[in-house]
């Protein structure tokens, strides 16, 4: 399975051509649109999330709401081209009034016009905008519905926002509390008090024209063994996600299980010792490799947390220069968010759902879900 998505940030709509989607899922539109809304919500959003009411039109791949195995088009219009439309019609425009000609710094303006030769950044960060991540999620959420057929679940929350982290012990096997938390939370936190605390550090940040980050993770239930492999670097699950988070726009660091925290012990701290039941066959007490080992799923629970930098639009701008008269001049300034974490948790949790679909059609056989799912059932002896 493979997807590619187009669109831009101020453009008619963003697209997404699904391919080699097995046959015979039921798709439950509603539920796609349930998680769209779940990444426009979030505390130190933007204005951009009041003018946009992302719903996906599906065009092809499915009928009477089954996949066909056909590619499956998804497209999600974008509300605010009616106020962009003259600065962006394809054909012909007003290109002068809406020129960016001062990059950003931490942002692809200023690499993306070296990179593709141009004196106007608008036709950069129209491309390279977070806008795009809202087709993912639909894709994302297009594959959770594959994904649940085999009972597979996936959940995310908010771990830290700034210098605020959570300290508040859980458990994985609290799916309950991550409900609840993508239901009550603005910021998708399991912890009334450490939500109160992230709230402020944002809160500081919008005060001084500033931006803030933080840490998400998405924890990945009933995955069964055997998705993945060792034998090619390219086929190993964890570097598959690893790819699929590190693409997100402001993600700067992926950790899977303990993740950096292994390199701070000894081996005997951080392995996870092997048992056997005659009933439940092999587990473990542990989980500090976070489901993966050697590039396979072990069955454990997949736990994956990402780091995402500060949004690089500040409304107290940084230093930079302009690029036709090389002369210094402030950071130019997009509508943009304070906060961005609690949505990037929801486009992780769809980068991962696809990675995890694409691997399991991969294990199964996908051309048709009916016959994966006889092949689930031999496999791991289920009925």
């Known amino acids: 399975m493979r997807f590619l998505d187009a669109g831009e940030t101020h453009g008619k709509a963003l697209i997404a051509i699904v391919e080699g989607?097995?046959?015979?899922?039921?798709?439950?539109?509603?539920?796609?649109?349930?998680?769209?809304?779940?990444?426009?919500?979030?505390?130190?959003?933007?204005?951009?999330?009041?003018?946009e009411k992302d719903r996906v039109t599906i065009l092809s791949g499915i009928r009477n709401s089954f996949t066909t195995g056909a590619p499956i088009t998804l497209m999600i219009e974008n509300r605010d081209y009616e106020n962009w439309k003259s600065f962006m019609d394809a054909m012909q425009c007003d290109v002068d009034t809406k020129k960016v000609t001062v990059p950003r710094p931490g942002h692809a303006d200023l690499a993306g016009c070296l990179k593709y030769e141009f004196d106007d950044a608008r036709n950069v960060l129209e491309r390279a905008s977070a806008r795009e991540t809202a087709i993912r999620v639909a894709v994302g959420a297009l594959c959770e519905e594959l994904l649940k057929m085999f009972g597979i679940k996936l959940y995310n929350h908010v771990v830290e926002i700034g210098r605020v982290r959570l300290t508040k012990s859980y458990s994985f096997d609290d799916t309950e509390l991550f409900e609840h938390a993508l239901s009550s939370s603005e910021l998708f936190c399991i912890d009334k008090e450490a939500e109160i605390q992230m709230k402020q550090e944002i809160d500081i940040a919008r005060q001084i024209g500033d931006s803030v980050g933080g840490v998400a993770e998405v924890i990945c239930k009933n995955v069964p063994y055997g998705l993945g492999s060792h034998v090619h670097w390219d086929r190993r699950l964890d570097a598959q996600i690893a790819q699929a988070v590190m693409s997100i726009q402001s993600v700067k660091g992926v950790e899977i299980g303990l993740g950096f925290e292994a390199a701070r012990r000894f081996g005997s701290e951080v392995h996870d010792e092997i048992y056997y039941d005659d009933k439940i066959g092999f587990y473990r007490k542990t989980n500090n490799a976070g489901g993966i080992e050697g590039g396979i799923s072990n069955g454990m629970d997949i736990v994956v947390r990402a780091a995402f930098k500060p949004i690089p639009t500040l409304y107290k701008p940084l230093k930079s220069v302009d690029i036709r008269t090389f002369q210094p001049a402030e950071a130019a300034v997009e509508r943009s968010d304070i906060c961005a974490v609690p949505a990037g948790s929801i486009v992780m949790r769809a980068a991962v759902a696809y990675v995890l679909a694409n691997v399991l059609i991969e294990r199964l056989g996908g051309d048709s879900a009916k016959t994966m799912l006889e092949t689930f059932k031999r496999i791991y002896n289920k009925e």
């Open 21 to 51: 989607f097995p046959a015979h899922v039921k798709i439950d539109i509603e539920n796609i649109n349930r998680i769209l809304q779940l990444r426009q919500r979030g505390y130190g959003r933007g204005k951009r999330m009041e003018i």
